[in-house]
């Protein structure tokens, strides 16, 4: 038999042979990018002696409800010195008259910022943010939403404290309160995932992106960077292009003790969530092309694993035990190394429903970007 023909005898395998590839890629993050999440050590930086005067930004808009239940918690923070800067976004509800009974309250701790609508002038929430940025009187600003609450009242004291060895920026964690329902678990399970993404780069020196809902960075960072001003023209990107236009190798840290996680209100339809991630998915276009490779690779791959997945047990019905092994080999290998992710981010409940909320989760994101990646976005 020549060599031509033998290469021919194996051509109709080729597919299996392409699986094994993505199988391989797929590993490669499973093992040596989500694997520095498992074997860093959860460290609390609420007793270290680093705490320097700090300044939470939370900007809101037409937030009465969660400003009465999640501002409290927040000016309440045990930790020695703070300011809470509250940027009023051209409300129209009750916020105004909630901030006036809050600021007698806590005279010395709330800052109020007040923006009002223009008719000639629309902004977004960046807008919004560098306003209260300006208004802040310190150096080190935490940020948050107003649909927020700590987990605890150290939150404050292990984000800053995460400041020490002179970084500039801390990327905290911030999950979805669990509600009954599938969705609610696809939204965590999204979340859970995004974020043992940019935690795990982050610690391989790679930061890439953080969240809005719990992150901070220095006031002087902000101006080097000359703030928003790159990404400015679209809705999304106060946090993560904020984080992957100014991340360097030894400027960031992460804080992920269980104090230091603050809770987010989740959606409650999926015509919200969709509206949600879709915005978001804008932002990724302006990433570094260092990190729009290597993201576009870990979403493809894992894309294509289940695609090929499909046709090798079609093609080879014969053969089914051959897909299924791969298959076998990813998942186990998923349970292994996510059981301890999930388990310091507190959300070991869903490593149950991983199967299906894998394959979910990846071609929803896949479908949402290649909708949403090239729409305009000018507001809130």
């Not at 320097?52 to 239940?69: M, Q």
């Not at 930061?207 to 960072?221: E, H, I, P, Q």
């Not at 090929?308 to 290998?333: D, E, K, T």
């Not at 507190?346 to 979910?360: E, G, N, S």
Request: glycine share 4%.
């Amino acid at each position: 038999m020549t060599i031509l023909e033998q290469f021919l005898s194996y051509l109709p395998y080729v597919p299996i042979g392409v699986l094994g590839i993505l199988l391989l890629i797929q590993l490669h993050y499973i093992y040596f990018v989500y694997g520095k999440l498992v074997f860093y050590s959860t460290k609390s930086f609420q007793n270290v002696s680093y705490q320097p005067p700090v300044s939470v930004i939370i900007c809101a808009h037409n937030e009465e409800e969660n400003l009465k239940s999640f501002l409290p918690p927040i000016l309440e923070q045990d930790y020695p010195l703070f300011e809470v800067v509250l940027v009023d976004d051209c409300s129209d509800d009750e916020t105004k008259w909630i901030l006036k009974e809050f600021s007698s309250k806590y005279p010395e701790r709330l800052k109020i910022v007040e923006i009002k609508e223009h008719i000639r002038l629309k902004h977004t929430k960046k807008f919004a943010l560098t306003m209260g940025i300006k208004a802040a009187k310190h150096e080190h600003l935490v940020f948050t939403d107003a649909d927020c609450e700590p987990a605890s009242s150290f939150w404050l004291a292990e984000m800053v404290g995460a400041f020490s060895y002179e970084k500039e920026i801390v990327l905290g964690y911030s999950p979805y309160f669990k509600r009954n329902g599938f969705l609610n678990k696809l939204i965590r399970f999204e979340t859970t995932h995004t974020a043992m993404s940019y935690l795990s780069y982050a610690l391989k020196g790679n930061a890439y992106m953080g969240v809005g809902r719990n992150l901070a960075y220095t006031k002087s960072l902000f101006y080097k960077g000359k703030g928003f001003n790159k990404h400015m023209h679209i809705k999304s990107g106060d946090d993560d292009l904020f984080v992957n236009h100014n991340a360097t190798t030894t400027n960031v840290n992460i804080a992920i003790h269980a104090d230091a996680h603050i809770l987010s209100v989740p959606k409650k339809t999926w015509k919200s969530y969709y509206k949600q991630k879709a915005r978001h998915s804008g932002a990724s276009t302006l990433y570094k092309s260092k990190h729009k490779r290597m993201l576009a690779t870990q979403l493809l791959s894992a894309v294509l694993f289940y695609l090929m997945l499909i046709i090798c047990f079609v093609l080879y019905p014969n053969l089914w035990y051959i897909p299924l092994g791969i298959y076998a080999v990813r998942l186990l290998s998923q349970l292994v190394i996510f059981n301890r992710i999930y388990t310091k981010l507190i959300v070991r409940d869903l490593l149950i429903w991983l199967p299906l909320l894998d394959v979910l989760y990846y071609f929803y994101i896949c479908i949402n970007g290649l909708f949403n990646r090239g729409k305009k976005q000018t507001s809130w």
